[in-house]
C-alpha cells in the first residue's frame, strides 16, 4: 500500500464520521423547525389569544406568496439591501484599522476599551435622533445607524484577534525591517482573517436591526417601512410573511458569510510572505 492510499485509508473514517454527525445536525435542524412551526399553529388554532395575532400558516403562507409576487416588494427589498450593505462597508473601513490599533497599542486599547465596550452595549435606535440631525432623514440617517451598529463587533473582534497574532510573525517583520503598512498587509491582515469575518457575520446581524429600526421610524421605503406600513393597516398575515423573509435573508446572508470564512480560513498563510 502506498503513503497516498494509506492516507486515504486513515481519512475515510474520520470523513464518513464528520459527514454522519453533519446529517444528524441537519435532523436535529429540521426537527426543531417542525416542531416550532407545529407549536405555532396549535398556538394559532387554540383562542388563547386575541385574534389575528398569531395567524395560522393557512393564513401566512398565501400572504406570503402574495408578498414574493409584487413587484413593489423588490423596490423595497433593493432599498434595504443597499442601505445595509453601505452601512456594513462603511462600519468594516473604519472598525478594522482603528481595531488593529487598538489591538497592537496595548496602552491605547486600555484607555479606549471602556468606552467601545458601553457604547457596543447601547441599543444604537437612541442615537437614530442624532444622526437625523447630522445626515438628514433619507437613506443616509439609515445607512448611519447600520454602520454604527455594525462597527463595534467588527473593531472589537479585530482588536481581540489582533492580541492572538504569532509573536514569531511580528518579530520576522520587525527583523526584516518592516513599515507599519507591510506589517498590517503581510502579517496582520492575514492573521485577521476569521476574526474580522466574524466581526462581520455578527456586525451584519446588528446592522440590518440597525436599518430596519431606522426604516420603520422614519422612512417610506424598504422593508422596516413595509413591515410597519402592514401593521399599521392590521394585515397580520402580510406583516408575518415580511418577517419571515426577512428572517430568511439574514440566514441566507449569514450562512454565505460562513462559507467565505471557512474558504479564506482554509487558505489562509501560516506565516507571512
Known amino acids: ?9 486513515v481519512a475515510a473514517p474520520a470523513r464518513a464520521a464528520r459527514q454522519s454527525v453533519e446529517r444528524r445536525v441537519l435532523v436535529i435542524r429540521i426537527v426543531t423547525i417542525a416542531l416550532l412551526a407545529g407549536c405555532w399553529e396549535a398556538l394559532a388554532r387554540s383562542g388563547l389569544l386575541y385574534q389575528g395575532v398569531v395567524p395560522s400558516f393557512v393564513l401566512i403562507v398565501p400572504a406570503l406568496i402574495d408578498l414574493l409576487t409584487a413587484p413593489m416588494l423588490y423596490r423595497h427589498l433593493w432599498v434595504t439591501t443597499g442601505e445595509v450593505l453601505s452601512g456594513l462597508a462603511i462600519a468594516t473601513a473604519l472598525a478594522v484599522p482603528l481595531g488593529i490599533l487598538f489591538g497592537a497599542r496595548r496602552f491605547l486599547g486600555r484607555v479606549v476599551s471602556p468606552y467601545v465596550n458601553a ?48 509573536l514569531v510573525h511580528l518579530n520576522v517583520g520587525r527583523s526584516f525591517n518592516l513599515t507599519i503598512w507591510q506589517m498590517v498587509r503581510k502579517i496582520y491582515l492575514p492573521s485577521l482573517v476569521q476574526p474580522i469575518l466574524t466581526g462581520l457575520r455578527l456586525g451584519l446581524g446588528v446592522a440590518i436591526i440597525g436599518v430596519l429600526l431606522g426604516e420603520i421610524k422614519l422612512s417610506n421605503a424598504g422593508l422596516g417601512f413595509l413591515a410597519n406600513d402592514y401593521y399599521n393597516l392590521y394585515r397580520i398575515p402580510h406583516l408575518y410573511a415580511v418577517l419571515i423573509l426577512i428572517f430568511a435573508l439574514a440566514v441566507a446572508a449569514n450562512a454565505l458569510m460562513g462559507l467565505v470564512a471557512k474558504k479564506l480560513g482554509s487558505q489562509a498563510p501560516d506565516a507571512p510572505r
Open 119 to 166: 457604547l457596543a452595549t447601547t441599543p444604537k435606535i437612541v442615537f437614530l435622533p442624532i444622526v437625523m440631525l447630522l445626515v438628514g432623514i433619507g437613506p443616509e440617517s439609515k445607512i448611519a445607524l447600520g454602520a454604527l451598529s455594525a462597527f463595534f463587533p467588527v473593531v472589537l473582534s479585530t482588536a481581540a484577534g489582533v492580541q492572538h497574532v504569532s
Open 1 to 9: 500500500m502506498t503513503a497516498v492510499e494509506r492516507s486515504a485509508a
